[in-house]
Protein backbone atom coordinates (compact mmCIF):
# COMPACT_ATOMS: atom_id res chain seq x y z
CA UNK A 1 0.00 0.00 0.00
CA UNK A 2 1.44 3.64 -1.03
CA UNK A 3 0.33 6.85 1.17
CA UNK A 4 -0.59 10.42 0.08
CA UNK A 5 0.89 11.16 2.95
CA UNK A 6 4.15 12.88 2.72
CA UNK A 7 5.30 12.28 6.45
CA UNK A 8 6.22 8.67 7.04
CA UNK A 9 8.70 8.53 10.09
CA UNK A 10 9.52 4.70 10.82
CA UNK A 11 10.84 4.27 14.98
CA UNK A 12 10.53 2.16 17.84
CA UNK A 13 7.34 2.20 20.74
CA UNK A 14 9.79 3.56 23.50
CA UNK A 15 6.23 4.22 25.51
CA UNK A 16 2.42 3.82 26.17
CA UNK A 17 -0.21 5.09 27.79
CA UNK A 18 -4.02 3.42 27.43
CA UNK A 19 -6.37 5.89 28.41
CA UNK A 20 -10.66 4.48 28.30
CA UNK A 21 -10.99 5.38 24.50
CA UNK A 22 -7.72 6.89 23.59
CA UNK A 23 -3.86 5.48 23.62
CA UNK A 24 -1.24 7.89 23.38
CA UNK A 25 1.87 6.19 21.66
CA UNK A 26 5.77 7.26 21.84
CA UNK A 27 8.24 6.00 19.05
CA UNK A 28 11.75 6.73 18.85
CA UNK A 29 12.84 7.89 15.41
CA UNK A 30 16.05 6.54 13.24
CA UNK A 31 17.49 10.13 14.64
CA UNK A 32 16.85 10.14 18.13
CA UNK A 33 14.31 12.24 18.07
CA UNK A 34 10.66 11.37 19.75
CA UNK A 35 7.25 11.49 18.71
CA UNK A 36 3.82 11.19 20.13
CA UNK A 37 1.34 9.92 18.58
CA UNK A 38 -2.65 9.81 20.03
CA UNK A 39 -4.83 6.56 18.38
CA UNK A 40 -7.98 4.99 19.58
CA UNK A 41 -7.32 2.48 22.35
CA UNK A 42 -9.38 -0.13 19.37
CA UNK A 43 -6.91 0.32 16.41
CA UNK A 44 -3.91 0.50 19.57
CA UNK A 45 -4.92 -3.33 20.67
CA UNK A 46 -5.69 -3.87 16.38
CA UNK A 47 -2.18 -3.38 15.51
CA UNK A 48 -0.49 -5.16 18.62
CA UNK A 49 1.33 -2.02 20.12
CA UNK A 50 3.69 -2.67 22.72
CA UNK A 51 7.05 -1.00 23.32
CA UNK A 52 9.59 -2.46 21.10
CA UNK A 53 7.54 -2.78 17.87
CA UNK A 54 9.13 -1.21 15.23
CA UNK A 55 6.13 0.96 13.92
CA UNK A 56 6.02 4.10 10.89
CA UNK A 57 4.18 7.47 12.23
CA UNK A 58 1.89 8.93 9.43
CA UNK A 59 1.47 12.54 9.49
CA UNK A 60 -0.37 14.71 6.38
CA UNK A 61 1.87 17.94 5.03
CA UNK A 62 -1.26 19.68 5.89
CA UNK A 63 -1.17 18.93 9.93
CA UNK A 64 2.27 19.80 10.22
CA UNK A 65 2.86 23.81 11.21
CA UNK A 66 6.15 25.51 11.32
CA UNK A 67 7.96 27.59 13.36
CA UNK A 68 11.21 29.58 13.58
CA UNK A 69 12.81 32.05 16.37
CA UNK B 1 6.30 30.54 24.48
CA UNK B 2 5.74 26.86 25.16
CA UNK B 3 3.32 24.36 22.56
CA UNK B 4 1.21 21.85 23.95
CA UNK B 5 1.97 20.15 20.71
CA UNK B 6 3.64 16.68 21.64
CA UNK B 7 6.01 16.74 18.34
CA UNK B 8 8.47 19.57 17.96
CA UNK B 9 11.25 18.27 15.36
CA UNK B 10 13.92 20.64 14.55
CA UNK B 11 15.57 20.82 11.17
CA UNK B 12 16.89 23.17 7.82
CA UNK B 13 14.50 23.83 5.06
CA UNK B 14 15.98 21.75 2.22
CA UNK B 15 12.57 22.66 -0.70
CA UNK B 16 10.35 25.47 -1.00
CA UNK B 17 7.32 24.97 -3.58
CA UNK B 18 5.22 27.43 -3.55
CA UNK B 19 1.68 27.77 -4.75
CA UNK B 20 -1.17 30.58 -4.95
CA UNK B 21 -2.50 30.53 -1.47
CA UNK B 22 -0.63 27.39 -0.08
CA UNK B 23 2.98 26.77 0.43
CA UNK B 24 4.98 23.13 0.62
CA UNK B 25 7.58 23.35 2.69
CA UNK B 26 10.58 20.38 2.88
CA UNK B 27 12.89 19.89 5.95
CA UNK B 28 15.89 17.30 6.79
CA UNK B 29 15.80 16.41 10.26
CA UNK B 30 18.69 15.90 12.43
CA UNK B 31 18.41 12.02 11.88
CA UNK B 32 18.34 12.55 8.09
CA UNK B 33 14.53 11.91 7.60
CA UNK B 34 12.53 14.59 5.42
CA UNK B 35 9.52 16.09 7.10
CA UNK B 36 6.72 18.34 4.65
CA UNK B 37 4.69 21.00 5.84
CA UNK B 38 2.24 22.65 3.94
CA UNK B 39 1.25 26.31 5.19
CA UNK B 40 -0.34 29.20 4.03
CA UNK B 41 2.01 31.31 1.20
CA UNK B 42 1.28 34.05 3.88
CA UNK B 43 2.79 32.59 6.64
CA UNK B 44 5.60 31.32 4.67
CA UNK B 45 6.72 34.85 3.61
CA UNK B 46 5.77 36.17 6.63
CA UNK B 47 7.88 33.71 8.70
CA UNK B 48 10.67 34.27 5.89
CA UNK B 49 11.28 30.94 4.89
CA UNK B 50 13.92 29.82 2.67
CA UNK B 51 16.17 26.98 1.56
CA UNK B 52 18.97 27.00 4.17
CA UNK B 53 16.93 28.24 7.10
CA UNK B 54 16.56 26.17 10.08
CA UNK B 55 12.89 25.50 11.50
CA UNK B 56 10.75 23.51 13.76
CA UNK B 57 7.69 21.16 12.45
CA UNK B 58 5.23 21.20 14.86
CA UNK B 59 2.63 18.68 15.05
CA UNK B 60 0.12 17.64 17.33
CA UNK B 61 -0.45 13.86 18.39
CA UNK B 62 -3.68 13.67 17.52
CA UNK B 63 -2.61 13.81 13.91
CA UNK B 64 0.03 11.09 13.87
CA UNK B 65 -1.22 7.66 12.77
CA UNK B 66 0.06 4.94 13.45
CA UNK B 67 0.76 1.62 10.53
CA UNK B 68 2.55 -1.54 11.07
CA UNK B 69 3.58 -4.30 8.74
CA UNK C 1 0.95 -2.67 5.88
CA UNK C 2 -1.99 -1.79 8.15
CA UNK C 3 -3.07 1.42 9.97
CA UNK C 4 -4.49 3.02 13.12
CA UNK C 5 -6.59 5.16 11.14
CA UNK C 6 -10.36 3.78 11.73
CA UNK C 7 -11.76 4.98 8.36
CA UNK C 8 -10.33 3.48 5.25
CA UNK C 9 -13.14 3.57 2.28
CA UNK C 10 -12.37 2.42 -0.94
CA UNK C 11 -13.61 3.53 -3.89
CA UNK C 12 -12.89 4.79 -7.61
CA UNK C 13 -11.81 8.18 -8.40
CA UNK C 14 -14.08 10.47 -10.27
CA UNK C 15 -12.69 13.36 -11.04
CA UNK C 16 -9.01 15.53 -10.11
CA UNK C 17 -8.96 19.46 -9.74
CA UNK C 18 -4.83 20.19 -9.81
CA UNK C 19 -3.69 23.35 -8.14
CA UNK C 20 -0.08 24.33 -8.10
CA UNK C 21 0.88 22.36 -5.25
CA UNK C 22 -2.43 20.67 -4.13
CA UNK C 23 -5.14 18.84 -6.00
CA UNK C 24 -8.70 17.48 -4.91
CA UNK C 25 -9.52 14.17 -5.76
CA UNK C 26 -12.87 13.00 -5.65
CA UNK C 27 -13.93 9.43 -4.99
CA UNK C 28 -16.84 8.02 -5.53
CA UNK C 29 -17.70 4.75 -2.65
CA UNK C 30 -19.18 1.72 -2.97
CA UNK C 31 -22.68 2.90 -1.53
CA UNK C 32 -22.33 5.93 -4.53
CA UNK C 33 -21.33 8.53 -1.45
CA UNK C 34 -18.63 10.74 -2.92
CA UNK C 35 -15.39 11.86 -0.63
CA UNK C 36 -13.13 14.74 -1.77
CA UNK C 37 -9.60 14.64 -0.21
CA UNK C 38 -7.10 17.58 -1.07
CA UNK C 39 -3.27 15.85 -1.02
CA UNK C 40 -0.30 17.33 -2.09
CA UNK C 41 0.12 17.72 -6.21
CA UNK C 42 3.46 15.73 -5.70
CA UNK C 43 1.34 12.88 -3.81
CA UNK C 44 -1.32 12.57 -6.59
CA UNK C 45 1.45 11.99 -9.04
CA UNK C 46 3.87 9.94 -7.43
CA UNK C 47 0.30 7.44 -6.24
CA UNK C 48 -0.53 7.38 -10.37
CA UNK C 49 -4.10 9.41 -9.15
CA UNK C 50 -6.00 9.26 -12.35
CA UNK C 51 -9.49 9.03 -12.92
CA UNK C 52 -11.04 5.28 -12.97
CA UNK C 53 -7.95 4.26 -10.02
CA UNK C 54 -9.07 2.46 -7.11
CA UNK C 55 -8.27 4.01 -4.04
CA UNK C 56 -8.56 4.04 -0.38
CA UNK C 57 -10.00 7.25 1.44
CA UNK C 58 -8.18 7.47 4.87
CA UNK C 59 -9.27 9.48 7.56
CA UNK C 60 -8.54 9.69 11.50
CA UNK C 61 -11.37 8.84 13.91
CA UNK C 62 -10.51 12.43 15.73
CA UNK C 63 -11.01 14.30 12.34
CA UNK C 64 -14.78 13.37 11.85
CA UNK C 65 -17.11 15.64 13.06
CA UNK C 66 -20.83 14.62 13.78
CA UNK C 67 -24.03 16.60 12.82
CA UNK C 68 -27.73 15.82 14.23
CA UNK C 69 -30.99 17.66 13.03
CA UNK D 1 -26.55 25.81 7.86
CA UNK D 2 -24.49 24.67 4.95
CA UNK D 3 -20.98 23.85 5.89
CA UNK D 4 -17.87 23.66 3.66
CA UNK D 5 -16.53 20.52 4.47
CA UNK D 6 -16.19 18.67 1.31
CA UNK D 7 -17.28 15.31 2.94
CA UNK D 8 -20.87 14.97 4.37
CA UNK D 9 -22.05 11.24 5.05
CA UNK D 10 -25.28 10.45 6.94
CA UNK D 11 -25.79 7.36 8.21
CA UNK D 12 -26.53 5.42 11.38
CA UNK D 13 -24.64 4.86 15.07
CA UNK D 14 -24.42 1.43 15.67
CA UNK D 15 -21.89 2.09 18.78
CA UNK D 16 -20.86 4.32 21.54
CA UNK D 17 -17.49 3.54 23.82
CA UNK D 18 -17.50 6.68 26.18
CA UNK D 19 -13.76 7.53 27.71
CA UNK D 20 -13.44 10.20 30.38
CA UNK D 21 -13.60 12.72 28.04
CA UNK D 22 -13.60 11.44 24.78
CA UNK D 23 -16.28 9.45 23.39
CA UNK D 24 -15.58 7.03 20.08
CA UNK D 25 -18.66 6.81 17.74
CA UNK D 26 -19.10 4.48 14.88
CA UNK D 27 -21.54 4.69 12.19
CA UNK D 28 -22.89 2.91 9.27
CA UNK D 29 -23.15 4.51 6.22
CA UNK D 30 -25.65 3.85 3.84
CA UNK D 31 -23.46 1.76 1.67
CA UNK D 32 -23.04 -0.36 4.57
CA UNK D 33 -19.05 1.01 5.17
CA UNK D 34 -18.26 1.86 8.91
CA UNK D 35 -17.31 5.25 9.77
CA UNK D 36 -16.07 5.81 13.38
CA UNK D 37 -15.65 9.25 14.38
CA UNK D 38 -14.15 10.71 17.62
CA UNK D 39 -15.69 13.66 19.45
CA UNK D 40 -15.61 15.38 22.98
CA UNK D 41 -17.91 13.57 25.74
CA UNK D 42 -19.63 16.88 26.17
CA UNK D 43 -20.51 16.78 22.72
CA UNK D 44 -21.79 13.39 22.12
CA UNK D 45 -24.48 14.10 25.20
CA UNK D 46 -25.28 17.70 24.16
CA UNK D 47 -26.35 16.03 20.25
CA UNK D 48 -28.27 13.13 22.30
CA UNK D 49 -26.12 10.37 20.60
CA UNK D 50 -26.98 7.08 20.87
CA UNK D 51 -27.22 3.61 19.10
CA UNK D 52 -30.31 3.91 16.34
CA UNK D 53 -29.60 7.65 15.54
CA UNK D 54 -29.35 9.29 13.00
CA UNK D 55 -25.89 11.17 11.95
CA UNK D 56 -23.94 12.75 9.28
CA UNK D 57 -20.11 12.26 9.88
CA UNK D 58 -18.20 15.51 8.41
CA UNK D 59 -14.94 15.47 7.00
CA UNK D 60 -12.67 18.32 5.78
CA UNK D 61 -10.81 17.21 2.17
CA UNK D 62 -7.82 18.08 3.76
CA UNK D 63 -8.12 15.58 6.68
CA UNK D 64 -8.64 12.78 3.59
CA UNK D 65 -6.06 10.81 2.76
CA UNK D 66 -5.49 8.41 0.07
CA UNK D 67 -3.59 5.11 -0.07
CA UNK D 68 -3.09 2.96 -3.59
CA UNK D 69 -1.90 -1.03 -3.76
CA UNK E 1 -28.27 20.95 12.21
CA UNK E 2 -26.58 21.08 15.40
CA UNK E 3 -22.55 20.25 15.41
CA UNK E 4 -20.11 18.21 17.66
CA UNK E 5 -17.29 20.60 16.54
CA UNK E 6 -17.20 22.41 20.15
CA UNK E 7 -15.64 25.70 18.70
CA UNK E 8 -18.09 28.00 16.36
CA UNK E 9 -17.14 31.52 16.26
CA UNK E 10 -19.37 33.99 13.92
CA UNK E 11 -18.30 36.86 12.11
CA UNK E 12 -17.53 38.91 8.92
CA UNK E 13 -15.80 37.84 5.98
CA UNK E 14 -12.52 40.95 5.67
CA UNK E 15 -10.89 39.17 2.98
CA UNK E 16 -10.70 36.07 0.40
CA UNK E 17 -7.11 35.00 -1.31
CA UNK E 18 -8.34 32.07 -4.12
CA UNK E 19 -6.36 30.43 -5.32
CA UNK E 20 -6.16 27.66 -7.92
CA UNK E 21 -8.37 24.83 -5.85
CA UNK E 22 -7.84 26.41 -2.09
CA UNK E 23 -9.31 29.33 -0.78
CA UNK E 24 -7.95 31.35 2.25
CA UNK E 25 -10.58 33.33 3.75
CA UNK E 26 -10.26 35.48 6.84
CA UNK E 27 -13.10 36.85 9.50
CA UNK E 28 -13.47 39.39 11.96
CA UNK E 29 -15.04 37.93 14.97
CA UNK E 30 -17.08 39.87 17.23
CA UNK E 31 -14.03 40.80 19.49
CA UNK E 32 -12.27 41.59 16.65
CA UNK E 33 -9.77 39.18 16.31
CA UNK E 34 -9.60 37.17 12.82
CA UNK E 35 -9.64 33.74 11.94
CA UNK E 36 -8.68 32.43 8.98
CA UNK E 37 -9.57 29.49 7.07
CA UNK E 38 -8.63 27.34 4.17
CA UNK E 39 -11.45 25.59 2.20
CA UNK E 40 -11.42 24.30 -1.02
CA UNK E 41 -12.49 27.01 -4.17
CA UNK E 42 -15.32 24.43 -5.11
CA UNK E 43 -16.53 25.19 -0.72
CA UNK E 44 -15.87 28.55 -1.21
CA UNK E 45 -17.77 29.39 -4.41
CA UNK E 46 -20.65 27.10 -3.47
CA UNK E 47 -20.98 28.62 -0.06
CA UNK E 48 -21.03 32.46 -1.60
CA UNK E 49 -18.27 33.20 0.52
CA UNK E 50 -17.39 37.14 -0.17
CA UNK E 51 -16.35 39.77 2.06
CA UNK E 52 -18.96 41.34 4.30
CA UNK E 53 -21.02 37.63 4.14
CA UNK E 54 -21.46 36.75 7.63
CA UNK E 55 -19.78 33.25 8.48
CA UNK E 56 -19.07 30.80 11.22
CA UNK E 57 -15.51 29.35 11.76
CA UNK E 58 -15.90 25.83 12.67
CA UNK E 59 -13.02 24.19 14.16
CA UNK E 60 -12.91 20.77 16.19
CA UNK E 61 -11.25 20.43 20.06
CA UNK E 62 -8.48 18.11 18.79
CA UNK E 63 -7.29 20.88 16.35
CA UNK E 64 -6.58 23.54 19.09
CA UNK E 65 -3.22 23.59 20.04
CA UNK E 66 -2.40 25.42 23.12
CA UNK E 67 0.55 27.84 23.72
CA UNK E 68 2.00 29.22 27.24
CA UNK E 69 4.53 32.27 27.80
CA UNK F 1 9.51 31.57 18.40
CA UNK F 2 7.13 32.80 15.41
CA UNK F 3 4.30 30.48 14.04
CA UNK F 4 3.10 29.51 10.83
CA UNK F 5 -0.37 29.07 11.93
CA UNK F 6 -2.75 31.71 10.84
CA UNK F 7 -4.99 31.28 13.91
CA UNK F 8 -3.33 32.44 17.53
CA UNK F 9 -6.07 33.65 20.41
CA UNK F 10 -5.29 34.96 23.61
CA UNK F 11 -7.62 34.09 26.68
CA UNK F 12 -8.45 32.57 30.05
CA UNK F 13 -8.61 29.51 30.89
CA UNK F 14 -11.88 28.92 32.79
CA UNK F 15 -12.31 25.12 32.90
CA UNK F 16 -10.58 21.46 32.63
CA UNK F 17 -11.63 18.24 32.08
CA UNK F 18 -9.05 15.37 33.27
CA UNK F 19 -8.99 12.78 31.51
CA UNK F 20 -6.62 9.54 31.82
CA UNK F 21 -4.58 10.66 28.62
CA UNK F 22 -6.66 13.55 27.40
CA UNK F 23 -7.66 16.39 28.43
CA UNK F 24 -9.94 19.33 27.32
CA UNK F 25 -9.44 22.76 28.36
CA UNK F 26 -12.29 25.74 27.93
CA UNK F 27 -10.71 29.61 27.40
CA UNK F 28 -12.79 32.63 27.01
CA UNK F 29 -11.31 34.93 24.72
CA UNK F 30 -11.16 38.59 24.93
CA UNK F 31 -14.23 38.55 23.00
CA UNK F 32 -16.03 36.54 25.29
CA UNK F 33 -16.57 33.58 22.85
CA UNK F 34 -15.10 30.67 24.38
CA UNK F 35 -12.47 28.12 22.92
CA UNK F 36 -12.52 24.77 23.29
CA UNK F 37 -9.06 22.48 22.98
CA UNK F 38 -8.17 19.16 23.41
CA UNK F 39 -4.85 18.25 24.69
CA UNK F 40 -2.77 15.78 26.12
CA UNK F 41 -2.69 15.26 29.81
CA UNK F 42 1.37 15.44 29.58
CA UNK F 43 1.56 18.45 27.49
CA UNK F 44 -1.65 19.84 30.13
CA UNK F 45 0.66 19.45 33.02
CA UNK F 46 3.28 20.42 31.57
CA UNK F 47 2.17 23.53 30.37
CA UNK F 48 0.73 24.14 34.19
CA UNK F 49 -2.40 24.58 32.39
CA UNK F 50 -4.62 25.83 35.31
CA UNK F 51 -8.25 28.03 35.92
CA UNK F 52 -6.97 31.51 35.16
CA UNK F 53 -4.12 31.16 33.02
CA UNK F 54 -3.51 33.43 30.22
CA UNK F 55 -2.93 30.64 27.02
CA UNK F 56 -2.48 31.04 23.27
CA UNK F 57 -5.18 28.95 21.68
CA UNK F 58 -3.27 27.73 18.11
CA UNK F 59 -5.14 26.57 15.50
CA UNK F 60 -4.24 25.89 11.62
CA UNK F 61 -6.20 27.41 8.82
CA UNK F 62 -6.57 24.19 7.55
CA UNK F 63 -8.02 23.01 10.37
CA UNK F 64 -10.83 25.97 9.96
CA UNK F 65 -14.39 25.19 8.28
CA UNK F 66 -16.51 27.25 7.48
CA UNK F 67 -20.69 27.33 7.69
CA UNK F 68 -23.43 29.84 6.46
CA UNK F 69 -26.74 30.15 7.08
Same mark, same amino acid.
Given at each position: ???? *????? &???? &? *? #???? +???? &?? =? #??? /? $? $???? !??? #?? =?? *? /? !???? #?? +?? =???? /?? +? ?7 ? +??
Amino acid at each position: MRLS *ARNQL &TGTV &T *A #IDEG +VVTT &TV =K #IEL /A $G $GQTI !TSS #IT =KE *A /A !TELG #IE +VG =KEVT /AI +VKASSVMLA +VD
